[in-house]
């Protein structure tokens, strides 16, 4: 079902301060920022190998992300797998019991579908499921 691990969610108050430590000091190859409006987030995505690392900075106050620093501070914030079918790993972990934050996948960044597997079944980790744009 899981094809590899997409990439990994790092919430942050401000991308221009998070940025440069990523970018430079980590030389990680910048791959650009892009609004989510869907999820009142920016992200900043650098690769790394196979993977990503993804910073999320809250572009309002009541989002979800704003929630997660103000209780957490800056930090992980989740890990995405990719998956090739979203609507079929979806109803095979509501089959196994799992309990989903998304039943029906929502819009990602570039392009992807996603949907967040709640962290009460996933040893406390949000874990998030994405199909690529193809």
Sequence with gaps: MLK????IGIAVHNLEEAIPFFGGTLCMTFKGVEEVDGFKVR???FQIG????ELLEPTAKESFLAEFLAKNGQGIHHIAYEVEDIEAAIRKLEEDGTRMIDKTPRQ???GARVAFVHPASS???LTELCQ???
Excluded: L, P, R, Y
Aim: hydrophobic fraction near 40%; aromatic fraction near 4%; proline fraction near 0%.
């Design 4 to 7: 590899k691990i997409n990439h």
């Design 43 to 45: 992200v900043a995505f």
């Design 50 to 53: 196979e993977s990503k690392i």
């Design 108 to 110: 990602g960044a570039h």
């Design 123 to 125: 040893q406390g980790v």
């Design 132 to 134: 690529m744009g193809h």
